[in-house]
């Protein structure tokens, strides 16, 4: 499997931005898609994840109410809607794959793709 992540960019306080999750190579049925974020001189952390099956979500507390993972079938891939911005959202935000079902432990995650810099200003 090969992850493209897309859609950060630049946004003020308060702002939304949708992030997308590319997947080529083959199906992720039966897998676990989630988007982690990391803060320079941080651990990469786990914003949330969702089974590719049925859709299953997990957030992270510091999301809760503000961001959506969802994904579509059709063409592969995995959305993070992220509303109600805040600065401290401000990190390099990447998809990534469990092959395992692992909801939300980092080290559950095998397959990364790039990274996509999002900056909220305040």
């Known amino acids: 499997v090969q992850l493209q992540a897309s859609g950060g960019g630049l946004v003020q306080a308060g702002g939304s931005l949708r992030l997308s999750c590319a997947a080529s190579g083959r199906s992720l049925t039966n897998y676990r898609v989630g988007w982690f974020r990391q803060e320079p001189g941080k651990e990469r952390e786990t914003v949330a994840t969702i089974t590719w099956n049925w859709g299953t979500p997990y957030y992270a507390d510091s999301v809760k109410g503000r961001f959506t993972i969802s994904r579509e079938k059709a063409n592969n891939t995995v959305y993070l809607q992220m509303n109600s911005l805040k600065p401290e959202d401000t990190a390099v935000y990447y998809c990534?794959?469990?092959?395992?079902?692992?909801?939300?432990?980092?080290?559950?995650?095998?397959?990364w793709g790039q990274g996509t810099q999002v900056t909220v200003s305040s």
């Open positions: 990534a794959v469990s092959v395992t079902g692992g909801v939300r432990r980092v080290e559950d995650y095998r397959i």
